[in-house]
């Protein structure tokens, strides 16, 4: 029924696509728009953003608000090797990737990219969705890569207020505080081809407790070839590569970049988290 329910998202998606407006944007600022908000405030349902290769960061690349527009943003041509929204959050200075909160729904994708640096601890709204927020919205996310976001309620995903997020082939791993994906009472989150692994709050827990070893779904670790320095491709024996999850496909936004991963020290919280599943 998972898989069904996400084909239809799929199908709907591409029919609307066959029309679309595409806008490109550049980290260095030389495509069609200077940044991705920028891009987004200029779209009309059904465009689609494309981002260049490269790291996005500070304002204008972070922070994200579709506004309830039904648009796609997703690395150019679908190929993700080095398209990273880096949020540069702090303890500080609380950043995350997007904010959904103005009812978008299942047409609004997200696809074939990084997110890496959130971290919203504060109370109220900070302290939800290290790399992305839903209230009253239900986005797809596919094809992404999650990576070391914060938050005191959901690391990288939370949902609040009747939302419901719908990720598929994705990887949320590593994340430094909260588990990976949180929901409140009247929220859900739906899983195929992913995998959660070594969040410091935990991994497949509260809302998608039930998903761990459905339909493609693995706590593994990803074997990223060296994502301490920005590197999130993985390594050949990667249970999240095509040769690993051959129901799948390949799983997050990067493809094999390394036949044998190094060593890389653990947090405690990570450790831990492999106990709390």
Known sequence: MRYLALALVGLAMLVASASAR????????????????????????????????????????????????????????????????????????????????????????????????????????????????????????TNCTFYGNSATEGGSVALRQGSTAWLEDCILALGTMGEAIWCSDDSDAVLACSDIFGNAGGDWLGCVAGQLGTNGNISADPLFCDAENGDFTIAGQSPCAPVGAPECGLIGAWPVGCEVTPVRPWHWGQIKALFRR
Do not use: W
């Not at 987004?40 to 290769?53: F, M, P, S, W, Y």
């Not at 640096?117 to 302290?127: N, R, V």
């Open 22 to 141: 595409i806008v490109i944007v550049a980290p260095d600022g030389p495509g069609d728009l200077p940044t991705i908000q920028t891009a987004i405030n200029a779209t009309t349902d059904g465009d689609i953003i494309e981002l260049k290769q490269g790291i996005f960061t500070g304002d204008g690349n972070r922070d994200l608000d579709f506004s309830g527009k039904a648009i796609k943003l997703r690395s150019q041509d679908g190929v993700p090797d080095m398209c990273i929204i880096d949020c540069g959050g702090t303890a500080t200075e609380a950043h995350r990737g997007m904010h959904f909160h103005s009812g978008e729904g299942t047409d609004t994708v997200i696809e074939a990219m990084t997110i890496t640096g959130g971290y919203t601890t504060l109370s109220g709204d900070g302290a939800s969705g290290g790399a992305i927020l839903c209230d009253t919205a239900s986005p797809t996310i």
